[in-house]
Nanobody
Framework: QVQLVESGGGLVQAGGSLRLSCAASGSIGSINTMAWYRQAPGKQRELVATITSGGSTNYLDSVKGRFAISRDNAKNTLYLQIDSLKPEDTAVYYC?????????WGQGTQVTVSS
């Protein structure tokens, strides 16, 4: 079992920045992929960015150049640096991990961007 706890969300003006964190505990495993998803009101959850345990990253096209995913394996923590925020980035952001034992989700953190 894996527990994921997100933090760092909040209300920010357009053009601002936020840094989301996700603390992982439990049976994380040395080989895994961690990711950030988001879900805006009335929309389906979408994959924003992924990072493997080896450090390879991928991004949703609409966030490339503004979002940066990173991880600190020693601290079992996942990060998402979000710059140049836009109102359309408003959503609940979820941390996700996939390993040999399964897939796990955090409870989410709200990001609200005002225009």
């Amino acid at each position: 079992q894996v527990q994921l706890v997100e933090s760092g969300g909040g209300l920010v003006q357009a053009g601002g920045s936020l840094r989301l964190s996700c603390a992982a505990s439990g049976s994380i495993g040395s080989i895994n992929t961690m990711a950030w998803y988001r879900q805006a009101p009335g929309k389906q959850r979408e994959l924003v960015a992924t990072i493997t345990s080896g450090g390879s990253t991928n991004y949703l096209d609409s966030v490339k150049g503004r979002f940066a995913i990173s991880r600190d394996n020693a601290k079992n923590t996942l990060y998402l640096q979000i710059d140049s925020l836009k109102p359309e980035d408003t959503a609940v952001y979820y941390c996700n991990i996939r390993n040999i034992w399964g897939e796990y989700w955090g409870q989410g953190t709200q990001v609200t961007v005002s225009s």
